[in-house]
């Protein structure tokens, strides 16, 4: 069957962002997935969207490429309604599940979607050369896919969902089961089209994908948007320039619960934590312990990350 | 102890498997009902035999045979086609019964000719100018032209007694010599009696019991020149039953596209679920053409089935088979949320489609009300074109009936299927 020719890429024009999305809202049932989502996503950024399970993250994602209706609300892509014609094509998106065809090898299954995407002839053959080399799978290009490991088909999954050359690309937790040396691979290439210019969106629930990853985060709960900002920025907003210290000490209990009260500190499972503006303040602390007669067994500063931030705004650990 | 715990889990995954139990239990009830009513159901006890009689004699003897075989309980004789538009049919003549057999109206015809009734019973010297009745037969039904051509003898023996004696007579005449008078009173006394119990009624063709006297020549008008008669209708019979097995399952891919996330993917670009659908359509349809084409030249290769001879009917009838059975693949596989559902259902419903349809057992020897079932399903649809085809040997322009009926069911069935994967499309 053939396929209308492959429309032209959108236009970016000055005033419309890649992506909006303005107060969108999907219900399943009693459950609000998306409640009242609105961001936009900036030219050549990535977006990660951070959020526990269950978070709504993967609804929103999957409302952009129109496979879930939203309720209400509108998503436009380069100023287009994001289910035209111009608009899917602007859009790559890479799902959570390994959407590949287990009978076909890396090669077959990247021309397929390629031709799903109007693609044919020589651009397609470029196409597929192109997905086949950032994914590393050059040498496993005729392997069929259900005889690849867990992270080569999660590369594949990437490759096809980029093989359009997307100027938008819908990350849904693409690193979900692999192990580290393959999630650092999954990094570069995302790292090498960032270099490309490509506007991505990222869900993760791995903090630490969000920090390497991320121009800025969205902190996503029930359904909400509850932060957005860059890492620095949100750190800031939540925490100011306040870091933890936390030391244990050794001693009778009475007297080191009574200077832990004393200067304000709290006891967490048989740890004592404060917050301290400066560094510098540490050293104050350490001193007027031993004055006290306690005896310092270890001690450490914890600089407040995505995670505290997570923590602070919603009172749960991000992989509740 | 731990005996129990294993039944108790098999138990409780049973339960829960609504495929596996309706194949364990539905299915088998369904099965022994449907051939429980094919072979003696409780209403319709034995098939009846459909047959046409021509009467080109008229006379007293061909009449009581007509009669006679009209109140043979197993039989349908009609002596005339059904009415067209309430208006009135001519009787069936020689050719025109003829044509009928061919086109597949009743298995048998029975011609008594002109000059029957001047010597009904055929013993004596051979006559080859004597009038003899004809059957003609069709060779695709083995039984019908077997009891029509007994019961023929059981009738002439039942119906006309009184005519048989005096024929009988005229040949002791003829033979031996002729009778004393004091003879003849008393045979013509016998001969009286019977007309008058023949007149009265009083002797039906079930009361007697005789043996075969009346001449009788067989001839197939139709498969008097195949090579192997029965192999187009099983290539036709069985390879419906497997095309609608292997679309099912090859329908059932779509399920494997939803459970790994391929069908989202592919939504996600410019495929539509229409033009997804169409394309699955056009495959599975392309593929149980093949298979036809498969089967049907095996048939030809090993059992001289004469494929060669029908290759433009054998397409007309391959692709509307073939159409119609993918669409009805699709519209299981999207009824069914698991490939274990669809394996499930789609045991049932072709095992009960054939059983019904004429794949396991031909349908003109089912009752009347099986036979009318029979039409509700694909396979009685493509056998019957296929059996127009290489057994009829009618023209494609003869297979408009079954050509309309499954392009129909195609058409109806894509569309409910592509309506009922609505729930796929979007969430």
């Given at each position: ?263 304000g500190g709290q006891s967490i499972n048989g740890a004592t934590q404060f917050t301290i503006e400066h560094p510098t303040e540490i050293t104050g602390l350490l001193e007027d312990s031993a004055k006290n007669g306690l005896e310092l067994l270890d001690v450490s500063l914890h600089k407040p990350n995505l995670e505290s931030v997570f923590l602070h705004l919603t009172g749960r650990e991000l992989r509740d | 102890m731990m005996i129990s715990a294993i039944i108790r889990t098999a138990l409780v995954s049973l339960r829960r498997d609504r495929g596996a139990l309706a194949l364990s239990f539905i299915l088998p009830v369904v099965f022994f009902s449907i051939f429980a009513v094919i072979f003696g159901g ?284 993918a669409a009805f693949g699709l519209l299981l596989a999207s009824i069914c949320k698991t490939r274990a559902q669809l394996g499930a259902l789609s045991t049932l419903v072709i095992l009960v489609m054939s059983s019904i349809g004429g794949s396991m057992f031909p349908r003109f020897l089912m009752p009347e009300s099986m036979q009318k079932a029979g039409l509700l399903t694909i396979n009685a649809w493509a056998i019957d074109g296929f059996t127009k085809i290489f057994w009829r040997d009618e023209p494609i322009s003869h297979l408009w009936p079954q050509v309309s009926v499954l392009l129909a069911i195609a058409i109806v069935l894509f569309a409910i299927a592509r309506r009922v994967a609505r729930r796929?499309?979007?969430?």
């Amino acid at each position: 069957m053939s396929l209308p020719v492959t429309s032209a890429p959108i236009a970016p024009t000055s005033s419309s962002p890649p992506l909006r999305v303005d107060e969108l809202v999907k219900r399943f049932g009693q459950v609000t997935a998306v409640d009242g989502i609105t961001f936009d996503l900036r030219r050549g950024e990535c977006l990660g969207l951070l959020g526990p399970n269950g978070a709504g993250k993967s609804t929103l994602i999957r409302s952009i490429v129109g496979r879930v209706i939203p309720d209400s609300g509108t998503i436009s892509v380069f100023g287009a309604p994001a289910d035209s014609a111009a608009a899917r094509n602007a859009l790559g998106w890479i799902p959570q599940e390994l959407a590949l065809y287990p009978r076909l090898s890396c090669r077959e299954n990247l021309q397929s979607f390629g031709r799903y995407h109007g693609l044919s002839g020589d651009a397609l053959k470029q196409a597929v050369e192109r997905g086949l080399e950032w994914s590393t799978l050059i040498d496993r290009a005729d392997e069929l896919v259900r005889n690849l490991s867990g992270g080569m088909k999660r590369r594949l999954n990437m490759a096809a969902g980029l093989i359009h050359q997307p100027q938008i690309v819908l990350m849904d937790e693409p690193t979900v089961g692999v192990d580290p040396q393959s999630r650092n691979r999954i990094f570069e290439m995302i790292e090498k089209v960032q270099g490309e210019g490509m506007s991505i969106i990222y869900t993760t629930h791995y903090m630490e994908e969000a920090e390497r990853l991320c121009d800025r985060v969205a902190i996503v709960d029930h359904g909400k948007i509850i932060a957005l900002g860059t890492n620095t920025e949100l750190v800031q907003s939540a925490f100011g320039s306040r870091s933890k210290m936390l030391a244990r000490f050794a001693g009778a209990e009475e007297r080191v619960a009574a200077w832990i009260a004393q200067h304000g500190g709290q006891s967490i499972n048989g740890a004592t934590q404060f917050t301290i503006e400066h560094p510098t303040e540490i050293t104050g602390l350490l001193e007027d312990s031993a004055k006290n007669g306690l005896e310092l067994l270890d001690v450490s500063l914890h600089k407040p990350n995505l995670e505290s931030v997570f923590l602070h705004l919603t009172g749960r650990e991000l992989r509740d | 102890m731990m005996i129990s715990a294993i039944i108790r889990t098999a138990l409780v995954s049973l339960r829960r498997d609504r495929g596996a139990l309706a194949l364990s239990f539905i299915l088998p009830v369904v099965f022994f009902s449907i051939f429980a009513v094919i072979f003696g159901g409780r209403r319709d006890r034995t098939p009846k035999i459909k047959v046409l009689v021509v009467d080109e004699d008229h006379s007293r003897a061909s009449q009581r045979l007509v009669q006679g075989l009209n109140q043979e309980g197993s039989l349908v004789v009609q002596t005339r086609p059904q009415p067209v538009k309430g208006a009135e049919q001519p009787e069936y003549t020689a050719a025109t019964g003829e044509a009928a057999v061919k086109a597949g109206a009743a298995p048998v015809a029975v011609i008594i000719p002109y000059g029957f009734g001047e010597n009904p019973i055929s013993f004596g010297p051979a006559n080859a100018s004597r009038p003899t009745i004809q059957l003609l037969k069709d060779s695709s039904d083995m039984v019908a032209p077997q009891v029509i051509a007994g019961l023929l003898q059981k009738v002439a023996m039942t119906s006309m007694p009184d005519l048989m004696a005096e024929q009988g007579s005229k040949y002791f005449d003829q033979f031996a010599g002729g009778l004393t008078r004091e003879q003849r009173d008393r045979l013509n006394e016998g001969i009286r009696y019977l007309r008058e119990r023949q007149d009265s009624g009083a002797a039906t063709s079930d009361s007697g019991n005789g043996g075969g006297i009346v001449a009788v020549t067989t001839r197939a008008v139709v498969g008097e020149n195949k090579n192997n008669p029965m192999v187009s209708f099983y290539a036709a019979a069985i390879g419906v039953m497997f095309l609608l097995f292997t679309a099912s399952g090859a329908a059932g891919a779509l399920l494997d596209e939803v459970e790994s996330g391929t069908l989202d993917r592919v939504l996600s670009s410019r495929v539509t679920m229409t033009s997804l659908m169409l394309g699955k359509l056009t495959y599975n349809s392309l593929l149980a053409f093949s298979q036809l084409v498969v089967m049907f030249l095996w048939g030809w290769a090993v059992f001289k089935l004469d494929f060669w001879l029908h290759i433009p009917g054998f397409i007309v009838m391959g692709i509307c088979t073939a159409v119609a059975v993918a669409a009805f693949g699709l519209l299981l596989a999207s009824i069914c949320k698991t490939r274990a559902q669809l394996g499930a259902l789609s045991t049932l419903v072709i095992l009960v489609m054939s059983s019904i349809g004429g794949s396991m057992f031909p349908r003109f020897l089912m009752p009347e009300s099986m036979q009318k079932a029979g039409l509700l399903t694909i396979n009685a649809w493509a056998i019957d074109g296929f059996t127009k085809i290489f057994w009829r040997d009618e023209p494609i322009s003869h297979l408009w009936p079954q050509v309309s009926v499954l392009l129909a069911i195609a058409i109806v069935l894509f569309a409910i299927a592509r309506r009922v994967a609505r729930r796929w499309e979007y969430a």
